[in-house]
């Protein structure tokens, strides 16, 4: 038995513990309530709350990870997919999600979201996505019908993008009853345009106020939106451009730091949803004029140039001939056609922003000539453009084109492409000359000169040699 002075004593320290685990404990909630009051106040709510107790590896996928799968492995169930079916109930759905009740059903490599699926995976990551989030697609159906088209239905037309992929959740929704992942590939919408250009030119009487197309005197239009993410049949990519389906899967593999084994080791999975940017159509007029030859249509084919068609940057004529090709289109759809503008992301002929800039760098440091404008981009890149138009036609055949009236585009690389499809090309317009920014002539006069369209003079390489853009000493000052 203890002795009572002892006893007293350890109760003595033991009331002194309580007091100071209390005092710790008041001051702790002092501290958190400083905290909260200081989030409320000075950190928005998108900051992602790192005092949250965070979901564990083994919580949100399971403490097995599973690198790769292979054909007729135990387990491995693929729902049958049979590209270019008309029916898209024989063709079947895409699926391509890795959660607990997808994974063995996949008949796809890759990832939704194309360049954003990173994002997908940040918000998993930091649990502010739940991993079996279900979408509620309640609502969210196109409000205007596009097709079904016979380009559909042949494999060799749509390569690139699921036809199908607009409707996915209400054509698949036994699947998605049944537990399966499926999301949309494709959304279409309806919206109004306000750019000072179109404006300007309703003001000068260059485009007439009709309360359909152009809704009024500020210019602003009425357009339908279809946004595209990329969808690729492999074996249908490698046939159009004219390789086998190993090297184009060898190639995806070894370039994206072999992300995707699957490429390699499930060669019975033919379609493949690459970490690349889509594109948007725009569509002025009825969008079922687009597919009536009977209706005349004017179209742009446009890949995206950040610095001038947002920022308004006047080394390229990016900016004013998507304009002018807006313009086009509207003219169009107000005379009972259809018009439409196409918007790749193939940032920098789709080498990216940052050769881009390198590029610039290099011809302004070395006199910015038109005669080493492609010189100075295969020197940083190894090639003058990887745009690489082949794919380019899909998005024609999925709004049931079949002929163009007038080409808004002088690119030899995207007529070609189109016309090898079986569209044929009655026009080509190339940009007005009032409409090429002084900077820019070096990059338009060397297009021309390397076989893009023009109606007027093609530059000799003694005359190329003397079309100079501005110095660095005239930029800064």
């Known amino acids: 038995m203890m002795p009572p ?13 309580l007091t100071n685990v209390q005092e710790l404990q008041a001051d702790y909630k002092t501290l958190s309530e400083k905290v909260r009051i200081y989030s409320v106040c000075i950190i928005p709510d998108s900051v992602v709350d790192i ?10 996928w399971g ?11 135990s387990g491995i169930d693929p729902i049958p ?24 059903k996949r008949n796809a490599v890759g990832a939704h979201s194309g360049s954003y699926g990173i994002y997908h995976a940040l918000a998993v990551a930091i649990d502010e996505l739940n991993l079996n989030h279900k979408p509620d697609f309640t609502n969210t159906e196109p409000p205007v019908d596009i097709g079904p088209f016979p380009q559909w239905g042949d494999p060799d037309k749509i390569v690139a993008m699921d036809p199908f992929g607009h409707l996915a959740p209400w054509l698949f929704k036994d699947h998605i009853d ?48 279809v946004a595209v993410e990329p969808v690729w049949y492999l074996p249908g990519v490698a046939k159009r451009f004219g390789i086998d389906e190993g090297t184009l899967r060898r190639a995806l593999f070894e370039d994206t730091g072999g992300s995707y ?56 004529t990016c900016r004013p001939y998507l304009l002018f090709g807006i313009s086009e289109a509207v003219k169009e759809a ?60 899909d998005i024609l055949h999925f709004l049931g084109i079949k002929k163009i009236d007038r080409m808004l585009s002088m690119s030899n690389m995207k007529y070609d492409a189109i016309v090898n499809q079986g569209i044929p090309i009655y026009e080509r317009v190339p940009i007005p000359e009032e409409l090429i920014p002084e900077d820019s002539r070096v990059e338009i006069d060397a297009k021309i000169h390397a076989g893009y369209f023009t109606s007027g003079k093609v530059l000799t390489l003694e005359e190329l040699s003397s ?4 110095q660095w000493e005239d930029v800064d000052h």
């Open 5 to 17: 002075s002892l006893s007293a004593d350890l109760s003595a320290v033991l009331a002194q513990i």
């Open 51 to 60: 005092n949250k107790k965070k979901s564990t590896v083994g919580e949100k």
């Open 63 to 73: 403490n097995r990870i599973v690198l790769t799968t292979y054909p007729m492995q």
């Open 81 to 104: 997919m049979q590209w270019g079916a008309a029916d898209p109930r024989v063709r079947g759905p895409v699926v391509v999600s890795r959660s607990l009740s997808t994974v063995r």
């Open 178 to 225: 049944d537990g399966v992942e499926i999301r949309p590939t494709i959304a279409i919408t309806k919206a109004h345009m306000r750019l000072w250009e179109i404006e300007d030119e309703v003001k000068k009487g260059k485009l007439r106020v009709d309360g359909k197309v152009v809704l009024n005197d500020h210019g602003d239009l009425s357009v339908t939106k």
């Open 261 to 316: 084994p699957e490429l390699i080791t499930r060669p019975d999975i033919k379609v493949f949803l690459p970490p690349i940017g889509g594109l948007t159509a725009y569509i002025f007029g009825d969008p079922a004029n687009t597919a009536d030859p009977n209706c005349r249509l004017a179209l742009r084919v446009h890949d995206e140039c950040n610095g001038s068609d947002v920022f308004g940057s006047d080394i390229c």
């Open 334 to 393: 107000q005379n009972g056609g259809s018009g439409v503008v196409i918007y790749f992301r193939k940032e920098g002929r789709a080498l990216g922003e940052v050769t881009k800039y390198l590029v610039y760098n290099a011809r302004k440091r070395m006199g910015d000539s038109a005669a080493e404008y492609f010189t100075r981009t295969e020197n940083i890149a190894g090639v003058k453009d990887m745009r690489f138009q082949a794919l380019m036609p």
């Open 467 to 470: 079309v100079k853009g501005r």
